[in-house]
């Protein structure tokens, strides 16, 4: 009995040192494994075409809207934005969301207060090149998690989302803009380096749109 303690006894601080060694590695995964939350998509052509739009996630697909087809969706575009499915049934955006295995940077980014999140928000994604129709949607869907917190810190990660999100589009479009928001709730106010965000793209010819994000929780 006295032998059979003490194998536990070692096997237990096995397992508490492993815990320790691979910690970061653990805590990794799970941020890596976030789910990419309502990213919709938005179609601009410059006149009424066909357009197909297949997913490439580094991740699984967890729902979509219209229903994601294995060979991707299939629409007719108009320039307003209006999308049309073979069955006659319209939309404004495509949408979908999946566990992303993205590696996400929150060493730069912005530490601003709950209560300034709406305007934080609406002069940050207008000079990433959204709409204020897009913006809205954008922030009438984050704001009620964020608005409350003391603080949050923003970051947008375009690099990290696109290289884990690849879009495939027929006909190729003109310009693409992609606003991907990885953001956690503070309790205080933290100091960090904010970075210089890219200069407004210029929507010329086919525009294709797309936003999301991800919480960071924990």
Known sequence: ??????????????????????????????????????????????EECEVHVGLSPDGDLTVSYPQYPDDGWTVTASPDGTLTDAENRTYDSLFWEAELDADYDLSRGFCVAGADTAAFLEETLAALGLSETEANAFIVYWLPRMQDNAYNLITFQQDAYTDAAELNIEPAPDTVIRVFMVWQGLDKAIDIAEPTLPATPAREGFTVVEWGGTEITG
């Open 1 to 46: 009995m006295k032998a059979f303690f003490t194998t536990m006894l070692i096997f237990l601080v096995i397992l508490l040192l492993l815990g320790l060694v691979f910690r970061d590695y653990v805590t990794e995964f799970f941020i890596g494994g976030a789910v990419a939350e309502k990213p919709v998509i938005y179609l601009y052509p410059e």
